[in-house]
């Protein structure tokens, strides 16, 4: 029985290998290639989908589209696919799932349901190449129902390519920038040195009033996901932050906060290693878009020369003409051997954060940071330059309970009522920034009650004390306040005339030598007069 089965087998067989062998001989492979192309068509007229296929290699180069459907088919495929491949990529701080070879997955946009499959395949007898390739051929198949095609096709292509370049920015690591000395470029032509930023800093971690902290989010939020609103308004992608106020605020742990809020790098840009207002553009011009280009205590940072030149002016100019000539030369050479030559005036500035070359790139955030708000010039401060004003002020009641939650792990309800109720009560007349309360903590992390009470001790202290300078004028409380507020403007002005003359000591010898020549001429027509007399 047996011998018959594989008897009548063998004859199968044999009749199949004769049939084959007939056919390619009777249809050559044209033939073969021409009908399967027809069959093909006739099943795709009949057939209710469509399907594209994405390559990972485009001819030489690789195919964007297909590492970012990879990208994207990760967030959907760690839920829903079976079998699944686990990587991490360069400079990456995430794992991310992928499909595994010739597996599916089906996904659904506005609606309408696709599915992808992961096709991987054997390549044929490669060709001589300069570059490697791999043995296997990898691509993507996207089935779609024809009449959701012209729908969904082309926005869908779309949300991909978006949904995958937001997964990138996600888990690449930050990256910190600061500008070279004197506007060097490195060995890969960037004027822009960079290290990883691991600033930990967040909006939960903050110490900051929960409502003021809330509004910035907001309008950080409104920002990164206001590319179609700044386009129809015909505005530049870009928004300023001022943030000014006492040191030991938090103006640094803001910008980290908001670094890491956004997912964006940061450039550091120190305005005294800046030469010229050409070589600030240039600066611009090499930063990347979804950065923050900070400048900090930019009150400090630099002589802005337009506005101390056109108050510095002299109204006479008539007299020893060679004399004023060879001193304002000689106060030039001054200023480029002690200021390093910087030229950087307050209209490069100015154009700098809301001019033409501000618009060099898209969704860029400027800050600005400050202790003296005062000695800012006006034109630096207008909304379009300094959208949002953030005021970093001593710490409150809200942002104390904030510090204790992150330095001793106690929530506002694990805290004695008593203790509580005075700290809100000393918390405002203490006047001490969350940096001084946090160095308070840090000390007695690891014995939390004694750190609470040794906070409301020193707090107390702080208090008493503001409290005896406002009351040693003997006077009522409105005119302790107007004195003091006196005093403040008047060693405000005195610190700020002390700066001016530091920073124009160069112009001091022109202005000595017109002191000079018109003394000069003063003691010729005094002598002229007695001879006359």
């Given amino acids: 029985m047996m011998k018959e089965i594989w008897t009548s087998l063998a004859s199968v067989m044999g009749v199949l290998a004769f049939c084959q062998t007939l056919l390619q001989t009777?249809?050559?492979?044209?033939?073969?290639?021409?009908?399967?192309?027809?069959?093909?068509?006739?099943?795709?007229c009949f057939s209710s989908y469509c399907y594209f296929d994405i390559t990972e290699i485009d001819g030489v180069n690789t195919n964007e589209l297909y590492d970012a459907v990879q990208l994207y088919l990760s967030t959907s495929a760690s839920i829903v696919g079976n079998r699944l491949s686990l990587t991490r990529a360069l400079n990456s701080t995430a794992f991310t799932f992928a499909l595994s070879n010739n597996d599916s997955v089906l996904d659904t946009f506005n609606g309408v349901p696709v599915r992808w499959e992961h096709v991987v395949t054997q390549r044929q007898t490669q060709s001589f190449s300069w570059r490697p390739?791999?043995?296997?051929?990898r691509g993507f198949t996207l089935r779609i129902r024809k009449k959701d095609r012209p729908i969904i096709l082309d926005a869908y292509l779309d949300h991909i390519m978006d949904t995958a370049t937001e997964i990138r920015r996600k888990n690449k690591d930050r990256l910190l920038y600061t500008n070279s000395r004197g506007g060097s470029i490195d060995s890969r032509g960037h004027p822009w040195e960079s290290?990883?930023?691991?600033?930990?800093?967040?909006?939960?971690?903050?110490?900051?009033d929960p409502a003021k902290k809330?509004?910035?989010?907001?309008?950080?939020?409104?920002?990164?996901?206001?590319?179609?609103?700044?386009?129809?308004?015909?505005?530049?992608?870009?928004?300023?932050?001022?943030?000014?106020?006492?040191?030991?605020?938090?103006?640094?742990?803001m910008i980290a906060a908001m670094a890491n809020f956004l997912g964006y790098d940061i450039y550091d840009l120190e305005l005294t290693e800046v030469s010229t207002n050409s070589e600030l553009r240039k600066l611009l011009m090499k930063t990347t878009s979804k950065s923050i280009i900070v400048i900090e205590d930019i009150d400090c940072s630099i002589n802005l020369s337009d506005r101390n030149k056109a108050g510095s002016r002299p109204k006479n100019t008539n007299t020893n003409t060679n004399l004023n000539l060879s001193a304002a030369a000689a106060a030039a050479d001054s200023t480029d051997q002690d200021g390093g030559g910087n030229t950087i005036t307050l209209s490069g500035l100015l154009n700098f954060t809301d001019g033409l070359w501000s618009c060099c790139g898209s969704e860029r955030i400027f800050v600005f940071t400050t202790n003296h708000i005062e000695k800012l010039d006006p034109?630096?401060?207008?909304?379009?330059?300094?959208?949002?004003?953030?005021?970093?002020?001593?710490?409150?009641?809200?942002?104390?309970?904030?510090?204790?939650?992150?330095y001793l792990g106690l929530e506002a309800e694990e805290v004695e009522k008593q203790v509580l109720e005075e700290l809100e009560e000393v918390t405002g007349k203490a006047e001490m920034t969350p940096a001084?309360?946090?160095?308070?903590?840090?000390?007695k992390r690891r014995e939390k009650g004694r750190a609470v009470v040794e906070?409301?001790?020193?707090?107390?202290?702080?208090?008493?004390?503001?409290?005896?300078?406002?009351?040693?004028?003997?006077g009522g409380a409105k005119g302790e306040k107007v004195?003091?507020?006196?005093?403040?403007?008047?060693?405000?002005?005195e610190e700020e005339e002390q700066e001016k003359r530091a920073l124009d000591s160069p112009k001091e010898g022109s202005e000595l030598a017109d002191d000079c020549s018109n003394k000069g001429d003063d003691d010729d027509e005094q002598t002229q007069t007695t001879t006359t007399g």
């Fill in 26 to 44: 009777v249809f050559p492979p044209e033939l073969r290639y021409a009908s399967s192309k027809l069959f093909n068509r006739i099943f795709n």
């Fill in 133 to 137: 390739i791999s043995d296997e051929k």
């Fill in 483 to 493: 004195i003091d507020n006196e005093m403040m403007m008047m060693m405000m002005e």
């Fill in 195 to 208: 290290v990883p930023f691991k600033h930990p800093s967040t909006f939960d971690t903050l110490a900051m």
């Fill in 455 to 474: 906070l409301l001790e020193v707090l107390k202290g702080k208090a008493a004390e503001k409290n005896g300078k406002r009351g040693g004028g003997g």
């Fill in 379 to 406: 034109a630096l401060l207008r909304s379009g330059r300094m959208d949002m004003h953030i005021f970093m002020n001593h710490c409150s009641f809200e942002a104390l309970k904030i510090l204790l939650r992150n």
């Fill in 214 to 253: 809330a509004e910035i989010i907001k309008d950080l939020g409104d920002f990164a996901d206001g590319q179609s609103f700044y386009q129809k308004t015909g505005r530049a992608w870009k928004r300023g932050y001022l943030l000014y106020g006492p040191p030991g605020t938090g103006k640094s742990s």
């Fill in 436 to 443: 001084d309360i946090s160095e308070v903590l840090i000390r």
